[in-house]
């Protein structure tokens, strides 16, 4: 079968070193395996990867940073604004990938290529431009030093366009911080397993794209029918509204009521003065504008300016639920001025918010426990609460100033200069765990540890579903669900699409079936493209295991396994070691691996394809 | 009476839908690049994201710097006539809102059609940013706010479920001391 529609079926292959830009063709077979996005990106970290023997410096100028979209970026479907990077973690060592919404990816997609692969160090901080003629590495090392937003303003004037979408990074990622982000349209960010630290390695401050090309959808007007009906679904759902009023914020009530929301560094799970910093406070006080990706009616972005106080002025597209979480209650600030304050501050410097309130909340909990002395912190007392302290200590992690060198090294670094912090640092192979607490349900605790990339949701997310109704459930189930998750939850990112549609207004997941198949002119049904993901799953496991990685490496965070939550509906529970282990040597059974968590050798062969 | 295609900024969220369906209407194609409305997003201070669109003006500039008068006002819109365009976009230079679009793939400028009168933007816009509304009922919005300017009427802002409302009032039976 060969592709009728989704892809230009053209990629963009630039090396920073040699300042060489190759477009190169696309064979079907490669597009229909992978997909698009994480699952191109995949590929070629792999082949990279089996180029360098399996010996990549995640800030060496052989570290490949792929920047994909998917078939369905951009279409006309519900929320078809994602894009997905993809390269060597500097935060873990293996495999990593995040994606960000807004419309970078489709911007992309319209200069006429289905992927950009970037490879080498450029001399001197640049920029990378492209439009529908081509790609130039242009020079831009007054950009050092500036923010996100800043560097985006001065490229836009630079280029003398502002119709042009880009993707930035901050001090942070000049400066390698291990969890930088990588930051588009004032705001969307890709924030995890530190791909803006990679950026920064290849002294890339900036991608700056212009396209107006047709994107190939096979079957428009059964598109459009399908796509008529999904929107009319999701603006029917009793949920629609909340959601463009709230978006993410409105989780923040949920999750103190159900004790899963990260309070004093995952010391509790429930938080006395959540009603300052969530949804209603938010809307009441603070959002001045709705934003939304790419095609989405959820518009699930706020907009937020601070009216008054010491904070007055701050302007700020956000926050989220992760961002509230992690830079309010489990840092123990109840002052939602202060979190709009942090979460600008991180989106100016370029770090992830998650990591970042994991490692100022555990070094928060560290000098509280003596693990860490006031020496340590550079004679700056620290603690829960305390905004100056914290905004002061962010800034000192971006530039790498004082105790904030070593902090911005990320967990590893941190637990390998002072071993006790292994005890309060919430992290998964080197990446800090994301504000939904696994102490409440064993099956996402497994999700976190199995997770290609990291303790990070975006691969199962099963806790709602356990803590609703999985009561009962048998090892079986538990299992079974994490593993469906992580088959059809890459798989949106490998469409290029967003899964907020599907879980949170139940959009059914045919519906992505069809939206394949008349964007590509394909005829694959779900259990077909779940395989593909799942494919991919197994290559990115494949990946980490030649870079090192074996069965202790899917653990749990001390605290999931030995301190439960102070208080809340969940006060008392923690993850037995001996159940956990159990479920996990069922989940390799089931995936086929062994029970160290290897996959077969065979499997190896079946990527080994050239792109 | 006329319907005029008018835009609410406060209300757009930046989610281009109305872009993709224009261009899918008029050219059977996904490229927002090729629609008759664009939001911009400009950011930061204020942060706005206002759809542009045609305002058939009735003394259109446009149609005034046609050199060929392939534009003309017809019925509450400022048409465009296909086989008497020459393609030098004067119409786009001069649109004082900037509100029509010129693409490389095509030869003629892109403007609103309004679809026929059921314009397909407004038909799909989640959020309630585009309206298409009798022109009779332009400025009502503006005529109420600036009415509380310089009446005696009095304002409460209040919250329900989230929700900011306001009521306004008279304050009435009160006796001067």
Same mark, same amino acid.
């Given at each position: 079968?060969?592709?009728?529609?989704?892809?230009?079926?053209?990629?963009?292959?630039?090396?920073?070193?040699?300042?060489?830009?190759?477009?190169?063709?696309?064979?079907?077979?490669?597009?229909?395996?992978?997909?698009?996005?994480?699952?191109?990106?995949?590929?070629?970290?792999?082949?990279?990867?089996?180029?360098?023997?399996?010996?990549?410096?995640?800030?060496?100028?052989?570290?490949?940073?792929?920047?994909?979209?998917?078939?369905?970026?951009?279409?006309?479907?519900?929320?078809?604004?994602?894009?997905?990077?993809?390269?060597?973690?500097?935060?873990?060592?293996?495999?990593?990938?995040? +994606?960000?919404?807004?419309?970078?990816?489709?911007?992309?997609?319209?200069?006429?290529?289905?992927?950009?692969?970037?490879?080498?160090?450029?001399?001197?901080?640049?920029?990378?431009?492209?439009?529908?003629?081509?790609?130039?590495?242009?020079?831009?090392?007054?950009?050092?030093?500036?923010?996100?937003?800043?560097?985006?303003?001065?490229?836009? =004037?630079?280029?003398?366009?502002?119709?042009?979408?880009?993707?930035?990074?901050?001090?942070?990622?000049?400066?390698?911080?291990?969890?930088?982000?990588?930051?588009?349209?004032?705001?969307?960010?890709?924030?995890?397993?530190?791909?803006?630290?990679?950026?920064?390695?290849?002294?890339?401050?900036?991608?700056?794209?212009?396209?107006?090309?047709?994107?190939?959808?096979?079957?428009?007007?059964?598109?459009?029918? =399908?796509?008529?009906?999904?929107?009319?679904?999701?603006?029917?759902?009793?949920?629609?509204?909340?959601?463009?009023?709230?978006?993410?914020?409105?989780?923040?009530?949920?999750?103190?009521?159900?004790?899963?929301?990260?309070?004093?560094?995952?010391?509790?799970?429930?938080?006395?003065?959540?009603?300052?910093?969530?949804?209603?406070?938010?809307?009441?006080?603070?959002?001045?504008?709705?934003?939304?990706?790419?095609?989405?009616?959820?518009?699930?972005?706020?907009?937020?300016?601070?009216?008054?106080?010491?904070?007055?002025?701050?302007?700020?597209?956000?926050?989220?639920?992760?961002?509230?979480?992690?830079?309010?209650?489990?840092?123990?600030?109840?002052?939602?001025?202060?979190?709009?304050?942090?979460?600008?501050?991180?989106?100016?410097?370029?770090?992830?918010?998650?990591?970042?309130?994991?490692?100022?909340?555990?070094?928060?909990?560290?000098?509280?426990?003596?693990?860490?002395?006031?020496?340590?912190?550079?004679?700056? %007392?620290?603690?829960?609460?305390?905004?100056?302290?914290?905004?002061?200590?962010?800034?000192?992690?971006?530039?790498?100033?004082?105790?904030?060198?070593?902090?911005?090294?990320?967990?590893?670094?941190?637990?390998?200069?002072?071993?006790?912090?292994?005890?309060?640092?919430?992290?998964?192979?080197?990446?800090?765990?994301?504000?939904?607490?696994?102490?409440?349900s064993i099956s996402m605790a497994l999700a976190?540890?199995t997770?290609?990339?990291?303790?990070?949701?975006?691969?199962a997310?099963t806790?709602?579903k356990e803590?609703?109704e999985g009561s009962n459930w048998s090892d079986d189930e538990r299992v079974g669900i994490v593993i469906y998750h992580q088959k059809?939850?890459?798989?949106?990112?490998?469409?290029?699409?967003?899964?907020?549609?599907?879980?949170?207004?139940?959009?059914?997941?045919?519906?992505?079936?069809?939206?394949?198949?008349?964007?590509?002119?394909?005829?694959?049904?779900?259990?077909?493209?779940?395989?593909?993901?799942?494919?991919?799953?197994?290559?990115?496991?494949?990946?980490?295991?030649?870079?090192?990685?074996?069965?202790?490496?899917?653990?749990?965070?001390?605290?999931?396994?030995?301190?439960?939550?102070?208080?809340?509906?969940?006060?008392?529970?923690?993850?037995?070691?001996e159940d956990f282990q159990r479920l996990l040597t069922l989940y390799y059974q089931k995936r086929g691996w062994?029970e160290?968590?290897?996959?077969?050798? +065979?499997?190896? %062969?079946?990527?080994?394809?050239?792109? | 009476?006329?319907?005029?295609?008018?835009?609410?900024?406060?209300?757009? /969220?930046?989610?281009?839908?109305?872009?993709?369906?224009?261009?899918?209407?008029?050219?059977?194609?996904?490229?927002?690049?090729?629609?008759?409305?664009?939001?911009?997003?400009?950011?930061?201070?204020?942060?706005?994201?206002?759809?542009?669109?045609?305002?058939?003006?009735?003394?259109?500039?446009?149609?005034?710097?046609?050199?060929?008068?392939?534009?003309?006002?017809?019925?509450?819109?400022?048409?465009?006539?296909?086989?008497?365009?020459?393609?030098?976009?004067?119409?786009?230079?001069?649109?004082?809102?900037?509100?029509?679009?010129?693409?490389?793939?095509?030869?003629?400028?892109?403007?609103?059609?309004?679809?026929?009168?059921?314009?397909?933007?407004?038909?799909? /816009?989640?959020?309630?940013?585009?309206?298409?509304?009798?022109?009779?009922?332009?400025?009502?919005?503006?005529?109420?706010?600036?009415?509380?300017?310089?009446?005696?009427?009095?304002?409460?802002?209040?919250?329900?479920?989230?929700?900011?409302?306001?009521?306004?009032?008279?304050?009435?039976?009160?006796?001067?001391?």
């Amino acid at each position: 079968m060969s592709l009728k529609g989704g892809y230009f079926k053209k990629g963009l292959w630039v090396d920073l070193t040699r300042g060489a830009i190759e477009t190169r063709g696309l064979a079907d077979a490669f597009l229909e395996r992978y997909i698009g996005g994480r699952g191109f990106g995949a590929k070629l970290v792999w082949d990279n990867l089996r180029e360098h023997d399996f010996k990549i410096d995640p800030l060496g100028a052989e570290n490949l940073l792929v920047v994909a979209p998917g078939p369905l970026s951009g279409v006309y479907l519900p929320s078809s604004g994602k894009n997905s990077f993809v390269a060597i973690s500097p935060a873990t060592g293996l495999y990593g990938d995040s +994606s960000m919404g807004g419309g970078f990816g489709v911007e992309l997609r319209q200069t006429g290529i289905d992927l950009l692969s970037v490879a080498g160090r450029a001399a001197e901080l640049s920029v990378l431009f492209i439009d529908g003629d081509g790609a130039k590495v242009i020079p831009m090392p007054e950009l050092k030093g500036k923010s996100c937003l800043q560097a985006e303003g001065l490229i836009k =004037e630079r280029l003398g366009s502002h119709i042009v979408h880009m993707a930035t990074i901050g001090v942070a990622g000049e400066n390698m911080v291990g969890f930088a982000c990588i930051s588009a349209d004032w705001g969307r960010n890709a924030g995890r397993t530190g791909l803006g630290t990679v950026m920064g390695s290849k002294n890339l401050k900036a991608i700056a794209l212009q396209g107006n090309k047709d994107l190939p959808v096979y079957d428009m007007s059964g598109l459009v029918a =399908e796509a008529d009906k999904a929107y009319g679904y999701m603006k029917e759902h009793p949920f629609f509204k909340m959601w463009q009023r709230q978006g993410l914020m409105n989780v923040i009530d949920y999750a103190n009521e159900t004790g899963i929301l990260p309070a004093y560094n995952f010391k509790d799970s429930v938080f006395a003065r959540y009603q300052q910093i969530n949804g209603t406070t938010m809307l009441n006080h603070y959002k001045i504008g709705d934003s939304a990706c790419f095609a989405c009616p959820m518009c699930c972005g706020n907009i937020c300016l601070v009216k008054s106080g010491k904070y007055v002025g701050t302007v700020v597209e956000g926050p989220e639920y992760e961002t509230c979480a992690m830079l309010g209650p489990n840092l123990g600030i109840d002052d939602f001025a202060a979190v709009l304050s942090a979460a600008r501050l991180c989106d100016e410097l370029g770090l992830d918010t998650i990591s970042t309130g994991s490692i100022v909340a555990a070094v928060i909990e560290g000098y509280e426990k003596g693990i860490l002395s006031l020496a340590d912190l550079d004679g700056r %007392e620290i603690t829960w609460g305390d905004d100056d302290a914290i905004l002061e200590l962010i800034r000192k992690i971006a530039h790498r100033e004082g105790v904030g060198d070593i902090l911005a090294g990320g967990s590893r670094r941190i637990i390998e200069t002072w071993p006790e912090m292994d005890k309060v640092i919430l992290q998964v192979k080197g990446l800090e765990q994301s504000a939904y607490d696994s102490r409440a349900s064993i099956s996402m605790a497994l999700a976190y540890a199995t997770s290609d990339i990291g303790a990070h949701h975006t691969r199962a997310w099963t806790i709602a579903k356990e803590m609703e109704e999985g009561s009962n459930w048998s090892d079986d189930e538990r299992v079974g669900i994490v593993i469906y998750h992580q088959k059809l939850r890459p798989l949106f990112d490998m469409f290029g699409v967003c899964r907020l549609p599907w879980i949170e207004l139940g959009l059914n997941e045919l519906h992505y079936e069809r939206f394949y198949n008349c964007v590509t002119g394909g005829s694959l049904s779900l259990d077909e493209l779940l395989e593909l993901s799942n494919d991919v799953y197994d290559l990115t496991r494949l990946a980490n295991v030649r870079l090192g990685m074996s069965r202790r490496d899917d653990s749990l965070p001390y605290k999931v396994r030995t301190n439960p939550p102070l208080t809340g509906p969940n006060a008392g529970k923690v993850i037995n070691q001996e159940d956990f282990q159990r479920l996990l040597t069922l989940y390799y059974q089931k995936r086929g691996w062994d029970e160290n968590g290897v996959p077969p050798a +065979s499997l190896a %062969e079946k990527f080994n394809d050239r792109v | 009476m006329p319907l005029k295609l008018t835009v609410i900024p406060e209300q757009c /969220c930046g989610c281009r839908i109305c872009e993709l369906v224009c261009a899918i209407e008029h050219f059977g194609v996904n490229n927002p690049k090729k629609s008759a409305v664009r939001v911009l997003n400009i950011y930061p201070h204020p942060v706005i994201r206002m759809p542009v669109v045609c305002s058939q003006c009735r003394v259109p500039l446009c149609a005034q710097v046609c050199p060929t008068d392939a534009l003309r006002w017809v019925e509450g819109v400022v048409q465009l006539e296909p086989s008497e365009c020459i393609a030098c976009y004067k119409c786009a230079e001069s649109c004082p809102f900037g509100a029509i679009y010129v693409h490389e793939d095509c030869e003629l400028p892109i403007k609103c059609d309004m679809c026929g009168g059921d314009p397909q933007c407004v038909k799909k /816009c989640p959020t309630g940013a585009l309206r298409l509304l009798p022109e009779a009922a332009l400025g009502e919005s503006k005529r109420l706010d600036n009415i509380l300017s310089y009446t005696a009427m009095k304002e409460i802002e209040l919250y329900e479920e989230g929700e900011k409302k306001v009521i306004r009032y008279a304050e009435v039976g009160k006796e001067e001391l």
